[in-house]
């Protein structure tokens, strides 16, 4: 039996996959991980599979026609993201009419609101809920031998008589080192030069070596709608073989990227995953970066660094107390310092996270933020508004609050796709929220002492030289169009 999983065609270099979906404005482009996880399965269980994304390759609704005119698939997997929803059930309700295949859509939104998704299109016939690696293959089967569904957990389907149908939730997977290795789907189907990560050498592959996050910050989309709170690992020795195999047969890659919500959350694991890196000389061939929390200690980060990690990723988020633990973050502003400064001494770059609109913000609170990431001095940043998606807590803190400026999630982003504010506070507009993103950017990036950071750092290199190069005129572009007004 034939399955299409797609990525579909909506804006070029859309990431759908990222945790907050959006054109970005240093070029990023995530790969379609959970898509490709997805797709592997399916080979492995013996399906033949075609695995195509189109905002990377840059496709058009009739090119993904054209190809599913020709591929002939029985089942079409079709991966959906809040701003994109209604493009991505529109594309998928065209290619049901094509093929008339069995049409499933997967990802966060659909996750949180099933019936919802549902309703928006007769031509949908199931969506998968949370975790949809066996869920697929198992509905395949059903599919191909015409039995009912009612028994494939993990899915909301639309029955014969158009009754929406929820099944028993699919418990989450366990053993995650049955799974096969993402960069190895990645190689069979995608081009690795068409993504990206502005922090990161190029070209990059993403992996993920565990699911799931152990902490609550109130805004994460991840393990509120996909994957849950409990942290399950892949062994280090599965780990440490992927990054082998990447080094050993994917000579371009430069840098594997962990996409782990919090790869820090086991630290013992860490530190064992990093001798085996070592004592396999894995660490002469490849570089890495990983999302880490501010509680990381120095011992660590100088094992990491000696097993070729070249970059961590921590939320500070804010430079205010109260509005960490507003949004039950869990770190406090000393860590953070701490973190900054052995970060330092351990030789090891920072891409520092923020968020501007936690609950309590105000325009005085927002400027400690930009001073506090100022004072961190990461070698570069982030600074998104707080972005609520459906079934998070923040979601539901806003429609409670009557915070929600619109129930549209068309206008999740801006109409070129990029972070949009969508809440407006007694303390601040969804303007000023916006605003105050672009001023903090252009504070610490427009600093000398960042420029004169980043020409050395690039001076170290010809593949940090190449990173810049690639992600700056992009998002100085965007810099300077903030600058103006």
């Not at 299409?4 to 996959?17: A, G, I, V």
């Not at 594997?256 to 002469?284: F, P, W």
């Not at 633990?325 to 406090?332: E, R």
Request: proline share 5%; hydrophobic share 40%; net charge positive.
């Amino acid at each position: 039996m034939k399955i299409l999983t797609l990525n579909p065609p909506f804006l070029p270099k859309y990431s759908r996959n990222s945790r907050s979906p959006a054109v970005t404005k240093g070029g990023t482009i995530y790969y379609p991980i959970w898509l490709a996880y997805a797709t592997g399965v399916l080979e492995k269980e013996g399906f033949e599979v075609k695995l195509i994304d189109a905002p990377a390759q840059g496709l058009s609704l009739d090119d993904a026609i054209e190809i599913v005119k020709e591929f002939e698939p029985k089942m079409i997997v079709v991966d959906t993201s809040t701003p994109s929803i209604f493009n991505d059930v529109k594309v998928a309700s065209k290619l049901k009419n094509v093929t008339n295949a069995f049409v499933v859509l997967v990802g966060t939104h659909v996750s949180a609101l099933p019936e919802e998704t549902l309703k928006l299109n007769e031509n949908i016939d199931a969506v998968t809920i949370h975790e949809y690696d066996y869920t697929l293959p198992e509905l395949a089967r059903c599919i191909e031998h015409k039995r009912d569904l009612k028994n494939v957990k993990g899915i909301v389907f639309r029955s014969s008589e158009g009754k929406i149908v929820f099944n028993e939730n699919r418990p989450m997977i366990e053993n995650l080192d049955n799974l096969p290795f993402v960069s190895e789907v990645y190689k069979r189907y995608l081009n690795l030069k068409d993504y990206f990560f502005s922090s990161s050498g190029y070209p990059m592959v993403m992996i993920i070596t565990g699911r799931g996050c152990p902490f609550k910050c109130f805004w994460c989309n991840w393990p509120q709608v996909f994957h849950g709170h409990k942290y399950r690992l892949r062994s280090a020795e599965n780990v440490v073989e992927e990054f082998e195999h990447i080094a050993n047969n994917m000579p371009e890659v430069k840098e594997i990227g962990i996409e782990d919500d919090t790869l820090t959350a086991d630290i013992g694991r860490v530190r064992k995953i990093c001798r085996m890196i070592v004592e396999k000389g894995i660490n002469k061939k490849i570089k890495w970066y990983a999302n880490t929390r501010v509680s990381l200690d120095l011992e660590t980060m100088k094992l990491m660094k000696q097993a070729g990690c070249r970059l961590i990723i921590p939320g500070y988020e804010s430079g205010v107390q109260k509005l960490l633990d507003n949004a039950h973050k869990g770190i406090t502003l000393e860590q953070s310092r701490e973190y900054a400064k052995n970060a330092k001494k351990a030789g090891l770059l920072v891409h520092g996270c923020f968020i501007i609109g936690l609950p309590e913000e105000t325009k005085e609170t927002a400027m400690k933020t930009i001073e506090f990431a100022k004072e961190l001095d990461p070698n570069d940043v982030q600074f998104f508004p707080l972005i609520v998606y459906p079934g998070t807590e923040a979601y539901e803190w806003a429609q409670k609050n009557k915070y929600l400026t619109t129930n549209d999630f068309s206008k999740w982003n801006t109409k070129e796709g990029w972070h949009d504010s969508l809440i407006s506070t007694p303390n601040l507009t969804k303007e000023e929220i916006i605003e105050l993103c672009n001023k903090a950017r252009v504070e610490f990036y427009l600093r000398p002492k960042f420029i004169l950071k980043t020409l050395k750092l690039m001076a170290t290199s010809w593949n940090e030289t190449k990173r810049v190069f690639k992600a700056t005129p992009i998002f100085f572009r965007y810099l300077f169009k903030a600058l103006k007004k």
